[in-house]
């Protein structure tokens, strides 16, 4: 798989550049992941989408200066040292070798901490106000060397899929990554629980257990060794059959790719590994397939941070009463993209 030229009706998947007042102006989607969470890390495969929800960064000249407004809330910055996503932000121009300066405000509708890479399309938007006419792979690789610099344990998954903002088919081995745009429309019905999931205890049992970094004398141990494996393993070869589903326009078999996927983590992960239990989820996920959902699952790290069901275009919203009936905020995201 190797890049190739792209184009999207997402609004959010705009590049960065200079408006004509002299702003630099840097947007990036979120990314729902369809099929192939942990692939990144673990190696395989994985088929990401674009959202048509992402993070915009206007810089004027001046004195170094950042605000936000994220979920209702606004919040200014004035230095180093200061919490919340400066971090992520002067990481990005540490990265980049640039020196704080500008006046920065960022704004977004990402949910966060929900699995919709908003760390990841946050730091691409920055980078390509510092630098615009970054191409999406050297956006990518500026946002994930930042993240991983603030000590996250991010993959390159999700930086890929904001810089991109199509489609995307990836491969991953080692730090070698195979990226392929793919053509495809469908849409999406997404729940948002009202809490953010624990990702650093989700990603802390995964690992240890894909690593097989227990005692071999730990018969129970070894036996999550195994389900974290095998299940991995199930997402990735799922992956693969949901990237020729989608480019083939069969959203039954994309759909079923997915409920293979939601049945791995019900029935191999979630007994052996009981930190992952998340009946919220799996009520969302059968009450989208009793409302038309052609598949329903998980999507980001697991347990109740998100949900998606897959819909044939202009039919999503029976999901979102659904999962609005359920307490989750929900939305419609229509992908729609020719490669």
């Known amino acids: 798989m190797t890049p190739t030229p792209s184009s999207t009706s997402l609004p959010s998947a705009a590049a960065a550049g200079p408006d004509l007042d002299g702003r ?24 990401t989408v674009p959202m048509d929800r992402g993070v915009r960064v206007e810089r004027t000249a001046g004195s170094f200066q950042v605000s936000s ?58 980078a390509r106000v510092l630098r615009p006419g970054l191409s999406p792979v050297d956006a990518a690789e500026v946002a994930y060397q930042a993240e991983r610099a603030t000590g996250s ?4 998954m999700d930086p890929l899929a904001c810089a991109w903002a199509v489609p995307l088919a990836l491969r991953f081995h080692g730090d070698t990554v195979l990226t392929e745009p793919v053509s495809g429309r469908c849409a999406l019905a997404v729940g948002v629980f009202p809490t953010p999931r624990d990702t650093r205890g989700i990603l802390s049992v995964l690992t240890q257990h894909h690593s097989g970094d227990v005692s071999l004398r730990d018969w129970s141990a070894l036996a999550r060794v195994g389900a ?6 199930g997402f990735s070869v799922q992956a693969r059959h949901a990237t020729t589903a ?19 983590y019900e029935e191999e992960l979630v007994p052996e590994l009981p930190e992952l239990r998340a009946p919220g989820l799996v009520r969302a996920v059968r009450s989208l397939r009793a409302n038309g959902a052609l598949g329903a699952k998980f999507t980001g790290a697991g347990g109740e941070g998100s949900v998606v069901g897959l819909y044939p275009p202009g039919k999503a919203q029976d999901g979102v009463r659904a999962l609005d009936a359920l307490g989750l905020q929900a939305f419609v995201v229509e992908v729609h993209s020719t490669v």
Request: glycine share 16%.
């Open 69 to 126: 407004w994220f979920e209702g809330r606004e919040h200014t910055w004035r230095g180093e040292g200061e919490p919340g996503i400066f971090t992520l932000l002067a990481s990005v121009y540490s990265t980049m070798g640039e020196p704080l300066s500008g006046v920065l405000r960022i704004t977004g509708d990402l949910p966060a901490g929900r699995g919709f890479s908003s760390s990841a399309a946050l730091c691409v938007a920055v």
């Open 24 to 47: 630099a102006v840097g947007t990036a989607p979120g990314r729902i992941c369809l099929v192939g969470e942990h692939n990144d890390w673990a190696g395989g495969f994985a088929l």
């Open 153 to 156: 344990a991010c993959g390159r």
């Open 228 to 233: 974290v494996r095998g299940a991995l393993e």
């Open 246 to 264: 989608l480019r083939d326009h069969d959203l039954r078999a994309l759909g079923g790719a997915m409920d293979t996927c939601q049945e791995i």
